[in-house]
């Protein structure tokens, strides 16, 4: 008859799920978290465990390393050897570890990541600490499991008698679960548990006077007392980690930044070379050498700077871009009761010491048993020794061991323990001398038995010997602290400077976009070809500056880009500039109205706005600051079909003058725009008629009688007038009249610019003709008078646009325009 195969016929989601969910538990339980007693993962207990079996402990020799993993893979833990070598030669990494579990003789691997040498090479033992978590693991004080093939047993947990999850912390990452953990100072630990066992109701912040923080075993400098105490009150909290550098002085009016000590699990090699390569591409300038020379004596990386170097800057800036800095989080998950938990320092101190209470409980229990066996057997010797003669014969009498045993206990009333005893006594014990060494045992053991009563019955003697040993193992294993707190975070500032070779260049920017910075090198070699630009494009602005400079590039849309001068293409004189949209995303109708050079972002400047539909914006120049130009950021904020024509950069003293298309001027002074933030609106700053707008609004200040006002109209008429034939009236008033109105064909303003002897004007027309003026040759106007025509229009078509030729400026030299 055929056998009948069962299947389960199941849908794969539930199989699925199930495996998963097995698999989730098993790591979570028994591979990625440690347990809070011991503070240890399974394979860190198993090897530790194997070690003391094998006797390979602190007082005796160095054993090869691959005794003991195959010991640990072949008794307790069924996985890679790899995983097993390399859990074994982390415990025993001073810079991982800050009390090592495991000493090691041969490479154990580096602080720069290098990699421990094959396990066949290398030899270890147990470390004295290593001693203490396993101690009287042999008086019945943990619970013991079969291993994974039930041949031998295992401990479930190690009676740890230093609370070693805080001392060296953990870190693992298991299914939905991960833990940072922070290595503390033993001497503080245990201080912190003795201070919870006298006083139950201690509070975090009183712990926090013990538990100064991590004490991390690479030292460092850890900041924050707020992110330390959310993290010990909820075990969760973020603090900063740095390195500890110093500042040296060296000959020649040098100096250098000397590191000693590294956060926390930073690479070193990778550390120093990240160093190098912001020397070498140049984000840091001031940095000449950077070296490691840390050997034997301990670690030490040296940054040689130039002269005259703004050393703390420098150092700020390494704090800021490399790992010199770090961020710690602290997430405390451990196994309690057989489920991962996250743990605050009160919950893990309670933990460990609820723990003790049970080790120290069954290991007394364990010895009073044993205490009141051999008290039970010395009884029964004494009164042995007091019938010797009776006893000799009797047992001469009998046929064997056996019979012996049943005759004695028979006739004097042994037990049966007793009677073995007796049985097995040794000839030399029957001289007189024994009995008195018996009465005194006999002593001793009745005290033994008496303490050992009163520590099980009474809590107070209980605490009494768990703290004892406590004191025991602070005094014996207890170092200095070697990571410093500091209360507060550090808020790191540098200039621009540290950043940047300062260097003078010449920058330009066409109204499509196209910008780019130039060696005054290239522009003095080419200075006498054309600017190089597209056919429709023209030039916005023509400045020297230097590369610790900001430009700030304002659209018609109401945006605004910063773009700090050292962050412009390098581009030769003779090649087209790049366009922002390689720097920054704008929108394919977005131009460029203005660039305003900015050397330092002050409050006691103002950036004043002016829109085609007459709204006027006043606000503080320190609110366009920003380090971020990937996208422009809002100037001001515009209404549905309003453009912006033009900005200023001013004192907040000027004169303003505005010009309409329909030839209306309007001048007031700046004071009656109030400042407002960096997003609003404005003010209405003309009054406009019907199909009226703003062409131009101009800034004067107390050199204004020396510049003129030129407006150009689409008739190609040009005008110059002086300012005194205007009388100054208030903002949102509708100005006075500019140009002579005519019947037919108009005259109406599509330029209008403030000029001086230097200046010459383009003009440009519908049939794309271009014409140049020098206003100041034409003569003065007044206000009645259409002005002179430059051109015939019915020739050259109307004027479109007019721009003024820019020339190249040098803004800090004099004062902004």
Known sequence: MAVEEKYLDLPLEDVMGDRFGRYSKYIIQDRALPDVRDGLKPVQRRILFAMHEEKNTHDKAYRKSAKTVGTVIGNYHPHGDSSVYEAMVRLSQTWKVRNVLVEMHGNNGSVDGDPPAAMRYTEARLSAISSELIRDIDKETVDYIPNFDDTINEPVVLPARIPNLLVNGSTGISAGYATEIPPHNLGEVIEAIMRRLDKPTITVEELLEIVKGPDFPTGGIIQGYEGLKKAYQTGKGKIVVRGKADIEPMKGNREQIVIDEIPYEVNKASLVKRMDELRLDRKVEGIAEVRDETDRTGLRIVIELKKNAD?????????????????????????????????????????????????????????????????????????????????????????????????????????????????NLQLYRLTNTDITALEKEATELQSAIAEYRSILSDDKKLISVIKKDLRQMKKQYAEDRRTKIEEKIEELKFNVEVTVASEDVITSVTEHGYVKRTSIRSYTASSDEDFSMKEDDYLISLLELNTTDHLLLFTNKGRYIPLPVHQLPDIRWKELGQHLSNIASIDKEETIVKVIPIREFSKDKYLTFFTQNGMVKKSTLDLYFSQRY??????????????????????????????????????????????????????????????EYVVNAVLLNELQEKRKLFLTTQRGACKRMSLDRFEKSSRAKKGLVMLRELKTKPHRVVGFELVDNEDYVQLFTAKGETHQVKPMELPLSDRYSNGSYVLDSDITGEVTMVKNQRELKKPFDSEKE
């Open 630 to 691: 990937s996208r422009p950021l809002i100037a001001l904020n515009l209404k549905k079909g309003d453009e912006l024509i033009n900005v200023y950069l001013t004192d907040g003293n000027r004169d303003v003058f505005i010009a309409t298309n329909k030839g209306y001027g309007l001048w007031y002074h700046e004071s009656e725009i109030s400042v407002i933030g960096q997003r609003a609106a404005g003010v209405k700053a003309i009054q406009l008629k019907e199909d």
């Open 311 to 423: 050393s703390q800057g420098v150092l700020n800036y390494l704090y800021k871009n490399t790992d010199l800095q770090i961020t710690y989080n602290f997430n405390m998950v451990a196994i309690k009761d057989k489920t991962p938990k996250l743990l605050g320092l009160i919950e893990i101190i309670d933990a460990y010491i609820a723990h003790q209470r049970e080790v120290v409980t069954r290991q007394t229990q364990f010895d009073l048993n044993k205490a009141e066996k051999r008290a039970h057997i010395v009884e029964g010797l004494i009164k042995a020794v007091s019938i010797l003669d009776e006893l000799i014969q009797t047992i001469r009498a009998s046929n064997d061991k056996q019979d012996a045993k049943k005759r004695i206990m028979e006739a004097y009333g042994f037990t049966e323990p007793q009677a073995e005893a007796i049985v």
